[in-house]
């Protein structure tokens, strides 16, 4: 093909005519036209391929270029991009986690910074509440192409989004508040309800639901743990003039609180007032004072059980009357005991008769468990006076006392005393073979030399009390006074101590000796610190000897607060916004 090709070639650029031989043999020379040539060029370069090869040859060549520096920039691009994502998710999950307390924005910028990315950050969102934090974030960059850009693409963008979730799944607060007599004063329960319906509102708002319970244990000198949570206890004496428990030293050595062990219920007494200690009879002090018995019976000041209704927690809060002394030991005792495993019986129970909602059946949950969050919040504003309550004997049942419902007298029955007169009755200063108000009659049978005589003893109008009657009509020291001293000697005060105990000595209006009530509270402490229990602490307006015990129970020094007045307010907002960060580890 290609030699005919160059002979037509040669044909047409070196002559314009050539020779014909005719059929008979002839020749002649004959003129080639101009249609005829181009006929001819035409119909040779239909059948010439030389040129459609080379075409195609090219066009692969760019597509190869195209690819191949597709691919180069294809994947720097991917580089960059993981680079991006993997910097990106490292960023929100340091930025989740409730332990770190840096701006979860700023966590995010500063790993980006830090791998070369600044810049890159698009947005940030932040959702955190009560024992959780959700960090989402988008990022991009722009990568500037090193081949393509030869086929009109200069950048390309590299996109990445991310989100982390850290959460703690149950929260459980205890709220120990101090409501003796002296909050009374200065505005003091003012501001700490103030500060506590804040508090409340802090650590419920965004909380997940039914997520959190809190539990509310005001105390004065005692608890008083209600009808409904003293019956869950193996408690004697039982009474239902107040609810409070006569706590024995050996639960201040754990941080559970037994349910099995035998612990006496409060006697509703009035073991502190003074009354006349003369020889001469006086009822001017007989009465027993409302303001100075240890167990208060204002069902206001009750414990409230695992709650999470914000109305209900902050109505019980506004409701709480200041009256009494103080034991912190006691409110530190109930306060550990409803965030120990050892109450999950007395909770389901509660649960069961409609006094706890469902969803905390199972709480206390146990300790050590990273999902669960317990924390402690104690408050005071004094320090430990002596505890008071009545001794074992006096606590229930029949007494030895009688009254004579005619003219209320009184008189006391003494089995040491000798002889058939063995009824004391202080007014008369006398004993008798009869309670005041009985009476004695002698039936004779027979003639005046051989006569058979009856005596019968009535009580008449006497009427025997049992004890907690005693101590509802009666002083402590006017008993021990009137019906004591006076029939069989000896010392007030040391009958005084064979009817009441106090843990401590009283100077004055202080200060006292307690160190049996400090032992135990920093005892108990540690013991629930032990169990990860988080304690924080606030001193409001105490005296030193409370501001040193609370700064030793708080979990740090950075947990104790000691402030006054109005601060309160900034000392819950600050432990609301703590437990908000906090998560337990082990």
């Excluded at 005001?218 to 006569?246: E, F, M, W």
């Excluded at 001193?539 to 007045?565: I, Q």
Aim: proline share 3%; net charge neutral; hydrophobic share 35%.
């Amino acid at each position: 093909m290609t030699g005919i090709s160059k002979t037509v070639q040669s044909a047409i650029t070196t002559a314009a005519s050539r020779t014909a031989t005719c059929a008979h043999g002839q020749s002649r020379q004959r003129t080639v036209s101009g249609r005829a040539f181009r006929w001819l060029k035409l119909s040779h370069f239909r059948r010439d391929e030389d040129g459609a090869i080379v075409i195609f040859s090219v066009f692969m060549f760019l597509i190869i270029v195209f690819l191949g520096a597709l691919g180069v920039d294809l994947m720097r691009f991917e580089m960059e991009r993981s680079k991006l994502q993997s910097t990106l998710d490292r960023a929100v999950l340091a930025a989740a986690d409730i332990d770190q307390s840096l701006n979860p924005s700023a966590v995010v910028n500063d790993y980006f910074t830090k791998s070369g990315l600044e810049g890159s950050v698009g947005s940030v969102t932040v959702t955190e509440g009560l024992g959780y934090r959700a960090v989402s974030a988008t990022a991009s960059k722009s990568i500037k192409t090193q081949l393509v850009h030869m086929f009109g693409v200069d950048t390309m963008s590299a996109p990445a989004a991310g989100a982390a979730e850290e959460r703690v799944d149950a929260v459980e607060i205890s709220l120990v508040l101090d409501i003796s007599g002296s909050m009374g004063s200065n505005g003091r329960i003012g501001n700490l309800r103030t500060a506590a319906y804040d508090f409340i509102d802090a650590i419920f708002e965004n909380s997940a639901e039914d997520k959190v319970s809190m539990s509310i244990i005001p105390y004065n000198g005692q608890v008083n743990v209600g009808p409904d949570l003293i019956s869950k206890y193996a408690v004697t004496d039982r009474h239902n003039q107040s609810y409070c428990v006569d706590l024995p030293t050996s639960v201040y050595t754990t941080a559970a609180l037994s349910r099995s062990l035998t612990m006496p219920q409060h006697v509703f007494a009035d073991t502190y007032n003074s009354s006349n200690s003369s020889n001469s009879y006086d009822t001017s002090s007989m009465t027993p004072s409302s303001s100075n018995r240890w167990c208060d019976p204002n069902s206001a000041n009750r414990i409230r059980v695992h709650s999470n209704n914000v109305g209900h927690l902050k109505g019980h809060i506004q409701t709480l009357q200041p009256i009494g002394a103080t034991s912190i030991d006691a409110g530190m005792r109930w306060g550990a005991a409803l965030l120990d495993p050892s109450a999950r019986g007395v909770v389901t129970e509660l649960v069961a008769e409609g006094k706890v909602i469902a969803p905390f059946s199972g709480r206390p949950l146990d300790y050590g468990d990273p999902e669960v969050l317990k924390i402690m919040v104690l408050m005071t504003d004094g320090e430990h006076w002596p505890n008071e309550y009545v001794n074992d004997g006096f606590r229930s049942g029949p007494s030895t006392v009688f009254r004579n419902s005619s003219d209320d007298r009184y008189s006391i029955y003494h089995a040491s005393k000798s002889g058939d007169n063995k009824y004391w009755v202080p007014h008369n200063d006398t004993w008798s073979q009869v309670p005041w108000g009985g009476s004695v009659t002698q039936t004779c049978t027979g003639r005046w030399w051989s006569q058979t005589c009856t005596t019968t003893l009535s009580n008449g109008n006497a009427v025997r009390l049992d004890w907690p009657q005693v101590w509802q009509q009666l002083r402590v020291q006017w008993v021990a006074n009137q019906l004591y001293r006076r029939a069989l000697g000896g010392s007030l005060s040391s009958w005084i101590d064979t009817l009441r105990t106090r843990e401590g000595t009283v100077i004055g209006s202080g200060p006292h000796e307690v160190s049996m009530m400090n032992t135990r509270l920093k005892n108990l402490c540690g013991k629930v610190k032990d169990e990860g229990v988080v304690i924080y602490t606030i001193a409001f307006e105490a005296p030193t000897v409370g501001k040193s015990l609370l700064r030793d129970c708080a979990s740090s020094v950075s947990h104790a607060f000691d402030v006054d007045g109005l601060e309160i307010k900034s000392a819950f907002a600050s432990i609301a916004t703590s437990i908000r960060k906090l998560r337990l580890t082990q």
